[in-house]
T-cell receptor, first 114, second 113 residues
Framework: DAMVIQNPRYQVTQFGKPVTLSCSQTLNHNVMYWYQQKSSQAPKLLFH???????NEADTPDNFQSRRPNTSFCFLDIRSPGLGDAAMYLCATSSDGTGVDEQYFGPGTRLTVT | AQSVTQPDIHITVSEGASLELRCNYS??????LFWYVQSPGQGLQLLLKYFSGDTLVQGIKGFEAEFKRSQSSFNLRKPSVHWSDAAEYFCAVGAEGTYKYIFGTGTRLKVLA
């Protein structure tokens, strides 16, 4: 089945130690999104790629970076994780990135910062 | 500005009972509306969506939703809840020409055996 895959499902990192989260998709979608979701809150969009074009949300901290080396893969890099960055990180894709388009979500990576 | 309100943070129903989750939106033009479900520790799964046409939309897992323009609402319903429906439910609105959703704050559903 076509899908969105996130690895790892659980990640523990130390305060200030860089960490990379991975997302891959077999849907061949143009758009990939990264969301941060804290407990009992709605997902918060961090940034998205339309093909190779990177689009950062205005309130996304500089500590968060992303790479998309090809259509299938997208990475979220947290350069110096703080305790406040502990959250579920969700990757999603859509075919054309318009508001009318369904987004397909991965299962998420739960990040713990110690 | 666009916004989505889910007035109920928590809802508890007995298994077999009917369910209605409320969603109100604010948007100037015709919105594109979605309901997603999130089981604990999982990603979001689309239940149903409304773009145009018939205002009663059928989704997966026996869910349906009704778009009421006059009330700016898109409430989710299920006639008989199963224990496996316990999850968090998010309503979202998208707008043509934009790239992102506006999510509601979610409603956590608990199902009593």
């Amino acid at each position: 089945d076509a899908m969105v895959i996130q690895n790892p499902r659980y990640q523990v990192t130390q305060f200030g130690k860089p960490v990379t989260l991975s997302c891959s998709q077999t849907l061949n979608h143009n758009v990939m999104y990264w969301y941060q979701q804290k407990s009992s809150q709605a997902p918060k969009l961090l940034f998205h790629y339309y093909d190779k074009d990177f689009n950062n949300e205005a309130d996304t901290p500089d500590n968060f970076q992303s790479r998309r080396p090809n259509t299938s893969f997208c990475f979220l890099d947290i350069r110096s994780p703080g305790l406040g960055d502990a959250a579920m990180y969700l990757c999603a894709t859509s075919s054309d990135g318009t508001g009318v388009d369904e987004q397909y979500f991965g299962p998420g990576t739960r990040l713990t910062v110690t | 500005a666009q916004s989505v309100t889910q007035p109920d943070i928590h809802i508890t129903v007995s298994e077999g009972a009917s369910l209605e989750l409320r969603c109100n939106y604010s948007y100037g033009a015709t919105p594109y509306l979605f309901w997603y479900v999130q089981s604990p520790g999982q990603g979001l799964q689309l239940l149903l969506k409304y773009f145009s046409g018939d205002t009663l939309v059928q989704g997966i897992k026996g869910f349906e939703a009704e778009f009421k323009r006059s009330q700016s609402s898109f409430n989710l319903r299920k006639p008989s809840v199963h224990w496996s429906d316990a999850a968090e439910y998010f309503c979202a609105v998208g707008a043509e020409g934009t790239y992102k959703y506006i999510f509601g704050t979610g409603t956590r559903l608990k199902v009593l055996a």
